[in-house]
């Protein structure tokens, strides 16, 4: 079974910072597609960073130049770097997972609904 533990969500002014986490185990660290995705009250669930298994990231256009998704290998651990961020931000923020291929790169969240979820840290930024 897949676990996938977030951590480091909060509330930010606009312009601030926040770093997210998410810890697994070492196979799915390694062997799965790993990504951000993130729903506001009352939009839809999208896609906001995915990472390959070789490293190449990949972002939604939203956040591109502000996010970084990174993996500490160390760790077993998913990060999402999130800077200059706005009130369009604020949302339910999951780590999801997902074991197929496809070569789709760190852009893979845009090609596949993931088949494992984390339970949600939420983010909120303030104006």
């Known amino acids: 079974q897949v676990q996938l533990v977030e951590s480091g969500g909060g509330s930010v002014q606009a312009g601030g910072s926040l770093r997210l986490s998410c810890a697994t185990s070492?196979?799915?660290?390694?062997?799965?597609?790993m990504g951000w995705f993130r729903q506001a009250p009352g939009k839809e669930r999208e896609g906001v960073a995915g990472?390959?298994?070789?490293?190449?990231?990949g972002y939604a256009d939203s956040v591109k130049g502000r996010f970084t998704i990174s993996k500490d290998n160390d760790k077993n651990t998913l990060y999402l770097q999130m800077n200059s961020l706005k009130p369009e931000d604020t949302a339910l923020y999951y780590c999801?997972?997902?074991?197929?291929?496809?070569?789709?790169?760190?852009?893979?969240?845009?090609?596949?609904?993931?088949?494992?979820w984390g339970q949600g840290t939420q983010v909120t930024v303030s104006s």
């Open positions: 070492e196979y799915t660290h390694n062997a799965y597609y």
């Open positions: 999801a997972a997902d074991p197929r291929d496809g070569n789709y790169g760190g852009s893979w969240f845009v090609h596949l609904t993931p088949w494992y």
């Open positions: 990472i390959d298994r070789d490293g190449s990231t």
